[in-house]
């Protein structure tokens, strides 16, 4: 299904590779929605044929080949994410393709969802859901006393991996729980160290060692691909839980998947996978881990929010002017 908001043959077009929650509006433009669901790559590329602006998600690659299908009227290609590792910048430079993304409108959301992993691992919330509502509830009566134990965060150690903007709200919501906060990054972030978190920086190693939350917030890059991998899986405390909202590949989802299996940690509260939309098979049946489908940003006001940066990025590109979140 295509959607025509506005149009005119004079006019530039936009075009929208998925709906939005919000309108995406460029006043100077016309906009194009190409439909509801995730388009085949065959839609994609003919469906953004003569566009002057795309504004893309980040299942979809942005590559030579997507740059050559959209033609020589594409000045921007404006991605509905933070992160923007479905996108090949040099490809887009050598094209004179100007890249944006939408920093901070993600921020909360994802952190919220962090946090609402780090609980239901702690807590085994996805096994006591299953098991309120089995019949087996009712039947057998109250619940013995030693059933369903979780593991308590209060004044736990919290590595933030990946010192940025969704690390920081990550961080600052432990702070209800007094956790000690420790971060690793290429670079120091004096803002971690201050109040109110008074964060400590280590060495992934050093940090693996002594966290009992480990989140993960760094980018997809070829230094972050498998960052998390078995020996560093090896070093945590058989008690510690392991967060990815960023990206998949950022783990390696089979390493991880055995330590799970080999209860070799305390659980994985997963948002991303390897190869999305696929699901390592081994994590399926395995109960200390919860998964959610790439959600981190799925709120409506961060999304509308979103939606309003993707305009004024494509808006201010039409216009010859420098969009407020160009990455390239
Ligand atoms: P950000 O503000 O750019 O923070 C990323 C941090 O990672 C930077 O401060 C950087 O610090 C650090 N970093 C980069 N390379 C590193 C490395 N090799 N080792 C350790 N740290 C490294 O980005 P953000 O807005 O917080 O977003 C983070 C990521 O979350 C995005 O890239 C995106 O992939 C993901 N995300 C996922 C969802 C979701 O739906 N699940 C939603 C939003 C975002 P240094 O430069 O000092 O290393």
């Known amino acids: 299904m295509q959607i025509h908001r506005e149009n005119s043959p004079s006019r530039p077009t936009v075009i929208v590779t998925r709906m939005v929650p919000g309108e995406v509006t460029i006043p100077s433009a016309s906009v194009r929605i190409l439909g509801d669901d995730k388009p085949s790559r065959e839609q994609l590329l003919s469906g953004i044929r003569g566009a002057s602006a795309i504004v893309t998600m980040f299942s979809d690659k942005v590559d030579a080949e997507f740059l050559n299908a959209a033609g020589p009227d594409l000045k921007g290609v404006c991605n509905y994410a933070v992160g923007f590792d479905n996108i090949d910048l040099e490809a887009c430079k050598a094209k004179n393709v100007i890249v944006t993304n939408t920093p901070h409108a993600v921020t909360e959301g994802t952190a919220d969802l962090a946090w609402t992993l780090i609980l239901a691992v702690a807590r085994r919330l996805i096994e006591a859901d299953r098991f309120a509502r089995s019949p087996e509830y009712t039947t057998r009566g109250p619940l013995g006393i030693t059933e369903f134990l979780g593991t308590d965060l209060t004044g736990r150690n919290l590595l933030i991996v990946g010192a940025g903007r969704i690390g920081y709200a990550t961080a600052l919501r ?142 201010a590109i039409l216009a010859g002017k420098e969009p407020p979140n160009r990455i390239a």
């Open 174 to 315: 432990s702070i209800g729980w007094g956790m000690r906060i420790m971060y690793t990054a290429r670079s120091r972030h004096v803002d971690f160290e201050l109040a109110p978190l008074a964060a400590r920086r280590v060495s992934l190693e050093e940090g693996l060692r002594e966290a009992d939350v480990v989140s993960i917030h760094t980018p997809l890059t070829p230094e972050t691909r498998h960052l998390i991998d078995a020996r560093a899986i090896n070093l945590m405390k058989p008690t510690a839980i392991i967060i990815n909202t960023a990206r998949g590949p950022i783990i390696d989802e089979s390493a991880l998947a055995q330590a799970l299996m080999e209860r070799k940690i305390w659980g994985a509260g997963l948002d991303v996978f390897e190869h999305e939309p696929r699901v390592h098979p081994d994590l399926i049946g395995l109960d200390n881990v919860t998964m959610t489908p790439h959600i981190g940003s799925a709120e409506d006001k961060y999304r509308r929010l979103m939606t309003e940066l993707v305009s004024e990025n494509a808006g």
